[in-house]
């Protein structure tokens, strides 16, 4: 492993990001502890505030070359910890259960192999973008005035995955991880006294109907790919005994394979929604919410990545069909070739975002070889 930050010194760090979780765009003390560790490593430049609590650091080589662009996550979840090691969450009803510390002490990691071997040519970007879970943490990072001078040439992220087997390396060519969008409809009609609900106009009707037809529209033939609309939170009036309600408010997600797929998904949810609320006699404004494009993978960067894990004495998986989760990964693989790839974190592992999660450190060794070996070929590009 030559100079690298040692395994343990990764794994204190993993564990310090554990203790200390921030939720997204709160994430000031964890960009802080990134850019102390970065410090020492001694970058060409540390660049912060990049979207909000976004930084990167830059590793240059001795000649001009490649940008090769890593990228971590930074922040964390509103989710209580249920586990009892002693880098438990120090923070009530937050915690980190989705493996962003790890993702972040691998990049770290990978910044620890190039600071103490800098590339021949090219250069490395190591990135921790703020607020992934939802949705606004990329898009904010790539649109920032001082992304401009980071514009990468190749961006590479990876995410652990329980359910596969430990260091497993699950790639796939083209869509990775579908595309995601939050719908907000509110309706608007008017209270009357419960007593005489027909003086009124009450959403109720509306409401059980988009609940029965907006995950419908996603079970047609309208769609070549998977599709899925959800209902996630529902709201008629105020809870008050003697009003009917005057107010309504529905809440679903939509998936789609793709970017594609997905405007249609919309164009449907909105006309579905706008005919309800016409004939149930009632105002209506829809508006959108966390969008994640899909995350498509770059052909050259799977087959690169696939070879590198079997060399490496991987196994490596090609799996058939995309992930029905999305990343917000996706704003960066719609401008820059990218390649977001699975690593198992073992198949009896708790599931992302449950309460008794935690990254599972055996896999931050593979992640930094697998990474640093990616860098280095695309370097010499
Ligand atoms: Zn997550
Ligand atoms: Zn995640």
Known sequence: MGNMPDHELLISLRKELHKFPELSG???????????????LRPDEIINNIGGNGLAARFRGSSAGPRVMIRAELDALPIHELNDFEHISSVPGVSHKCGHDGH?????????????????????????????????????????????????????ALHN??????????????????????????????????????????????????????????????????????????????IAFGTSPGNGV????????????????????????????????????????????ATVNDKFLNNMIGRIGKESGFKVSYIEDAFKWSEDFGWLTSEYRGLLFGIGAGKGHPELHHPDYDFPDRVLDAGVSILSSACRELFKL
């Open 161 to 238: 995955l329980p359910g596969f087997e430990l260091n497993e390396i699950i790639l796939r060519d083209g869509v990775f991880a579908m595309a995601s969008v939050g719908m907000i409809i509110d309706l608007k009609g008017k209270t009357s006294h419960a007593a005489q609900p027909e003086k009124g106009i009450s959403p109720s009707i509306a409401v059980s109907r988009l609940i029965n037809e907006l995950p419908l529209m996603a079970k047609g033939d309208d769609f070549s790919h998977f599709t899925l609309v959800t209902i996630i939170h529902v709201r008629i009036g105020e």
């Open 26 to 40: 709160n994430e000031e003390m964890t960009s802080r502890r990134i850019t102390r560790f970065l410090e020492k």
């Open 250 to 293: 529905v809440m679903a997600t939509l998936r789609a394979y793709d970017n594609v797929e997905m405007e249609s998904l919309i164009s449907m949810a909105e006309a579905i929604a706008r005919k309800i609320a016409l004939e149930e006699n009632l105002e209506i404004s829809v508006s959108w919410t966390e969008k994640f494009p």
């Open 104 to 156: 972040m002490a691998i990049v770290a990691g990978v910044a620890g192999q190039f600071a103490a071997e800098r590339p021949g040519r090219g250069e490395l970007i190591v990135l921790f973008q703020p607020s992934e879970e939802n949705g606004k943490g990329a898009y904010a990072v790539v649109n920032d005035p001082g992304f401009v001078s980071l514009r990468p040439d190749f961006v590479l």
